[in-house]
């Protein structure tokens, strides 16, 4: 009994991690959602108050608009610090990242969340809507290079989500090749020819895939932009490449379907 | 002094009326005639009815054939060679349609992921 007890909670001990790093994740995102729905509030109050402060411009109305604007501007980088967290942790979860993607990842991340630090710090300081103006100019003119960095670890994290199933595909066409030589015997010239031959298609495509992965890998390392939107239109033109890349990864998968449905049946 | 003679009155003329011809009386039908005449009305409404049902019988047949239903033919299980009861073909088979299973549920883009779209210029009119 006490055997079985030191077992169960060896197990929950090993578990636990694993547990950790899923519940870290998900607490990130919830946490993020928060923070936009915080924003959006933040973000409107501002707004009305604003325009309240240009219609009248009135001393009481300044000074609310001016407070509405500190409040507004701290919520804002609250935001940003919340995606890049929950940005940070599904690094850590990614099993199909390689160690130097991961570690380039991070550090873009903590890069980030230092300036949004240093921005944060400024806001408290801000006693006038000409200093909040100059505040908020300095995230404006760091947002793309922000922006570039989000949508290079987007890209990476979907790359890396589609090697895992790369890898384990790997595995299982070594597998087969093992499985067909060593029941040589059991098949037919013909079969065997046939298995062959789509153990050639294999390798062609994954070829494909292979060099669709690394043209992705570099147009997401070299991604620039004259503005946010040119940034955006790049990063589609690299999800748009990460779908052709599921394709040949999709036909070759079908193409070991095809190895397995020959070696089933004797004809 | 002239006086004149009142001018005589004009009495209307009316129209001699045409009095109708007078017509020869038809010489008055028996029941014999009358029920000869209907029975072979009546007669004549039953071929036409009969031979209009007819036709639409026998259009229906030729325009709608039913097929007869056959039993369908069980196909046949292709034989099954010695590879296959190999514990590895198996697991090797069970992967596949883990992949594929895998692969078809991959999207490029995780939605979860989609940055925050933020408006920063704060656009307080120059003072």
Same mark, same amino acid.
């Given at each position: 009994m006490k055997k079985f007890t030191a077992f169960v909670i060896l197990l929950f001990l090993l578990l636990l991690p694993v547990g950790h790093i899923q519940a870290a994740?998900?607490?990130?995102?919830?946490?993020? $959602?928060?923070?936009?729905?915080? %924003?959006?509030?933040? %973000?409107?109050?501002?707004?009305?108050? /604003?325009?309240?402060?240009? /219609?009248?411009?009135?001393?009481?109305?300044? !000074?609310?608009? @001016?407070?509405?604007?500190? *409040?507004?501007? !701290?919520?804002?980088?609250?935001? @940003?610090?919340?995606?890049?967290?929950?940005?940070?942790? /599904? =690094? !850590?979860?990614? #099993?199909?990242? *390689?160690? =130097?993607?991961?570690?380039?990842?991070?550090? $873009? &991340?903590?890069? #980030? @969340?230092?300036?949004?630090?240093?921005?944060?710090?400024?806001?408290?300081?801000?006693?006038? &809507?000409?200093?909040?103006?100059?505040?908020?100019?300095?995230?404006?003119?760091?947002?793309? =290079? $922000?922006?570039?960095?989000?949508?290079?670890?987007?890209?990476? $994290?979907? =790359?890396?989500?589609?090697s895992v199933i790369s890898r384990n595909f790997d595995k299982n066409v070594s597998a087969a090749q093992t499985l067909v030589n060593t029941s040589a015997g059991l098949l037919s010239s013909e079969k065997v020819a046939t298995v062959n031959r789509w153990f050639l298609q294999i390798t062609n495509k994954k070829n494909l895939y292979q060099q669709k992965v690394e043209e992705i890998t570099r147009d997401s390392t070299g991604l620039t932009g004259y503005n946010v939107d040119d940034v955006d239109q790049k990063f589609n033109e690299i999800l748009g490449k990460i779908g052709e890349a599921k394709q040949y990864l999709s036909d070759d998968i079908s193409y070991l379907g095809e190895v397995v449905r020959t070696i089933k049946y004797l004809q | 002094m002239n006086t004149q003679p009142p001018a005589p009155s004009i009495e209307p003329v009316m129209p001699p009326t045409v009095q109708p011809a007078p017509q020869p009386q038809a010489p008055p039908r028996s029941p014999a005639t009358i029920i000869a005449i209907v029975l072979g009305v009546l007669l004549v409404l039953s071929v036409i009815v009969g031979f209009s049902l007819y036709r639409q019988r026998v259009s229906t047949t030729v325009s709608a054939p039913t097929p007869t239903p056959e039993p369908p033919t069980p196909t046949p299980t292709p034989a099954l060679s010695a590879i296959a009861a190999k514990p590895a073909f198996i697991q090797l088979e069970e992967a596949v349609a883990t992949l594929s299973a895998a692969i078809a549920a991959y999207t490029p883009q995780d939605e979860a992921l989609t940055p925050p779209t933020l408006v920063l210029p704060l656009g307080f009119a120059q003072q």
């Open positions: 994740s998900q607490q990130a995102y919830q946490d993020y $959602l928060f923070q936009f729905s915080q %924003y959006r509030q933040k %973000y409107s109050e501002f707004q009305v108050a /604003k325009n309240t402060y240009e /219609k009248f411009k009135t001393l009481e109305s300044q !000074t609310q608009a @001016l407070s509405a604007t500190k *409040t507004m501007l !701290t919520q804002r980088a609250q935001l @940003l610090h919340a995606y890049l967290v929950f940005l940070s942790e /599904k =690094v !850590t979860e990614e #099993e199909g990242l *390689t160690n =130097v993607n991961r570690g380039l990842y991070q550090s $873009l &991340i903590r890069t #980030e @969340l230092t300036f949004l630090e240093g921005h944060s710090q400024l806001i408290p300081s801000i006693n006038s &809507i000409e200093d909040a103006t100059t505040v908020s100019e300095q995230l404006e003119s760091h947002y793309q =290079v $922000l922006q570039i960095a989000i949508r290079q670890i987007v890209a990476g $994290l979907s =790359v890396g989500r589609l | -």
